[in-house]
Antibody, heavy 124, light 106 residues
Framework: EVLLVQSGAEMKKPGESLKISCEASGYSFVHYWIGWVRQMPGKGLEWMAVIHPGDSDTRYSLSFEGQVTISADKSINTAYLQWSSLKASDSAMYYC?????????????????WGPGTLVTVSS | DIQMTQSPSSLSAFVGDRVTITCRASQNVNSYLNWYQQKPGKAPKLLIYGASALQNAVPSRFRGSGSGTDYTLTITSLQPEDFATYYCQQSYSGWTFGQGTKVDIK
């Protein structure tokens, strides 16, 4: 069974750093991209970044490039998302999700398994 | 960036109704179009990928269609457990989500 287990809720002050995690199990971690999706309170879903744990190749949404860092440790099947200096506007739920490919008439990709989310609250 | 626009933003329907949600891309996404369902306090769940392929274990009342820039998610007979927010997502260039369509009980 594929499982993505995320770290617990965080309460931080503006300017603090943070690293949240997503531990994968039930599949070969190094063979699937894994990504992070933000959901601000009462709002929709925003893709942030993906990483291929096998070679640490990364892709960032233009909206989030330079704002966060995605990383992975394949020795412990865990992906991370980190901030060096949080802002109040970073308050949101953050989901990790596994990216899968389907090879049909094209190479379709989608997020097929999701973690339960990590709630990050940034407030002074 | 490719922009995704869903309509309507919300709708009210009865159990048993046929419901249609539309998603329009700002450029051709070549059927690289996925649909997700999200219930309050829960992570999104994949329903449809590649515009029309049903994800494993998703009921057949969910149907995806479309091509080019215009796509549709249809729920052929709305069930109580289908009241949720639905998002389209393009994976042609990066991964952009639509703003969501909330389906609630009439």
């Amino acid at each position: 069974e594929v499982l993505l287990v995320q770290s617990g809720a965080e309460m931080k002050k503006p300017g603090e750093s943070l690293k949240i995690s997503c531990e994968a199990s039930g599949y070969s971690f190094v063979h699937y991209w894994i990504g992070w999706v933000r959901q601000m309170p009462g709002k929709g879903l925003e893709w942030m970044a993906v990483i291929h744990p096998g070679d640490s190749d990364t892709r960032y949404s233009l909206s989030f490039e330079g704002q966060v860092t995605i990383s992975a440790d394949k020795s412990i099947n865990t992906a991370y998302l980190q901030w060096s200096s949080l802002k109040a506007s970073d308050s949101a739920m953050y989901y990790c999700a596994r990216r899968t490919y389907y090879y049909g008439s094209g190479t379709y990709s989608y997020f097929d398994f999701w973690g339960p989310g990590t709630l990050v609250t940034v407030s002074s | 960036d490719i922009q995704m626009t869903q309509s309507p933003s919300s709708l009210s329907a009865f159990v048993g109704d046929r419901v249609t949600i539309t998603c329009r891309a700002s450029q051709n996404v070549n059927s690289y179009l996925n649909w997700y369902q999200q219930k309050p306090g829960k992570a999104p769940k994949l329903l449809i990928y590649g515009a029309s392929a049903l994800q494993n274990a998703v009921p057949s009342r969910f149907r995806g269609s479309g091509s080019g820039t215009d796509y549709t998610l249809t729920i052929t007979s709305l069930q109580p457990e289908d009241f949720a927010t639905y998002y389209c997502q393009q994976s042609y260039s990066g991964w952009t989500f639509g703003q969501g369509t909330k389906v609630d009980i009439k």
